[in-house]
């Protein structure tokens, strides 16, 4: 028989037992919908963070407390508690050349209460600069000033979710409303920005660095600056420049032993890529794990098909059919199973990873569906690799019978 010949007989032979070569290719069908799946999610969460750290603008740079290498961050971004970072670090750090806003961050939790509402919040001590640093905007009232910069200031300004929360629409200028029993007067409502950089600004409270940290928090520590550089070329001049003036300040001779570490958005986009890339094979090297699984499957069922076929093999090999041609007919039938399996697999995966796009975006997340080609014609060729790795041995050995012993088999 020619190759067509052979696929007719072996999608007839497939066909007299829909159901099991439906559940044969199920494992198939699962493998090659999870791998899509968890790569579309991957490539959906990468851009995600990627648009988050861009919305603040690539002319930006980072001073964390705690040393680190050059590919990794420092301890402070996994939770440890570094105090090697000061607000006046930041003050010097705003006299560097091409600076134009710089923040330092001295951020807590606690509760907020105006009337008999009590909400928990986020709050974050910071310098008026901030609006300029993260493009921010008020929409009532006003923000910090610098005169309230170096002073113990109890101000605050809320973000728009928060404001809503406690006050259900009324306008809260000049409201009196009380952070961990600490008396705070409303002096401004954020504009709606919604979630950036793995934080939410309209659920935050923004109040003086100094006020934070004296007042609310007990410490004298900062634990980020961040600062506007004026253009983007010129960030690795300033990273280097806010290197050399921290090492002078806190007294440092061994460069292996800095106490900080300073990172433009540009190197956190290459470090969360590098992260996020190697976790995305990690869990498309498990969901793969499913495709041997289904491989397995396929091979248990060709073998019990070639037992159940061995009078037609030694028939088949009594009017001259060859070792060869009884190999292909059950390797194609194994590789069409996994093709089909692979193909069905593949517009499961490819609806499945549109509904979480979906149900991401419809929590008010910008979320991308991220298919890729590459995704695609990988996971399809697998399945049908692995429909000709684990089909060659029932085939072989269907190829290997002897015509007499199998025409007597019953």
Do not use: C
């Not at 979710?161 to 306008?171: N, P, R, T, V, Y």
Request: hydrophobic fraction near 45%.
């Amino acid at each position: 028989m020619n190759i067509f010949q052979t696929i007719k007989l072996s999608l007839v032979n497939l066909a007299v037992n829909k159901t099991r070569s439906f559940l044969t290719m199920l494992g198939i069908i699962i493998g090659v919908g999870s791998v899509i799946t968890i790569m579309a999610v991957g490539a959906g969460a990468q851009s995600f963070v990627f648009n988050q750290i861009e919305s603040f603008g690539t002319n930006l740079a980072g001073v964390m407390p705690g040393g680190g290498d050059e590919k990794g961050p420092p301890a402070s971004v996994f939770g440890v508690i570094v105090t090697t970072l000061t607000y006046d670090d930041a003050k010097e750090l705003k006299k560097i050349p091409h600076i134009t806003a710089m923040t330092p961050y001295a951020n807590g939790n606690g509760n907020a209460t105006y009337e008999n509402k009590n909400i928990n919040v986020s709050f974050a001590g910071v310098s008026s600069d901030l609006i300029l640093v993260e493009d921010s905007k008020v929409e009532k009232g006003r923000f910090i000033m610098p005169d309230e910069d170096d002073s113990v200031s109890k101000v605050a300004v809320l973000g728009s979710g928060i404001a809503e929360k406690l006050f259900a629409g009324s306008d809260p200028i000049g409201k009196k409303i009380k952070i961990n029993q600490e008396s705070f007067a409303v002096i401004g409502v954020m504009k709606k920005k919604g979630s950036s950089f793995m934080s939410n600004q309209d659920e935050q409270v923004f109040i003086p660095v100094k006020t934070a940290q004296k007042i609310l928090l007990g410490i004298n520590h900062v634990s980020l600056i961040r600062g506007k550089v004026d253009a983007k070329e010129n960030v690795p001049l300033v990273m280097s420049e806010i290197d050399k003036v921290l090492q002078k300040r806190h007294n440092i001779k061994d460069e292996k032993k800095k106490d900080f570490t300073v990172r433009s958005m540009e190197q956190a986009l290459d470090i969360i890529g590098s992260v996020t890339d190697a976790l995305n094979l990690f869990l498309g090297a498990i969901a793969a794990i499913s495709l041997i699984v289904g491989g397995i499957g396929i091979m248990n069922i060709m073998l019990v098909s070639v037992t159940e076929r061995t009078r037609e093999i030694g028939l088949r090999k009594a009017i001259g059919a060859k070792n060869e041609s009884i190999l292909s007919q059950f390797l194609i039938e194994s590789v069409i199973m996994t093709f089909v399996g692979g193909f069905i697999g593949m517009i499961f995966g490819i609806i499945l990873s549109l509904i979480i796009a979906t149900a991401v975006n419809f929590l008010g997340y910008h979320w991308e569906l991220v298919i890729t080609p590459f995704s695609v014609i990988l996971s399809i060729s697998v399945a049908v690799l692995i429909g000709v790795i684990f089909g060659y041995y029932p085939a072989y050995k269907a190829a290997k019978m002897n015509a007499i012993e199998a025409l007597r088999y019953e």
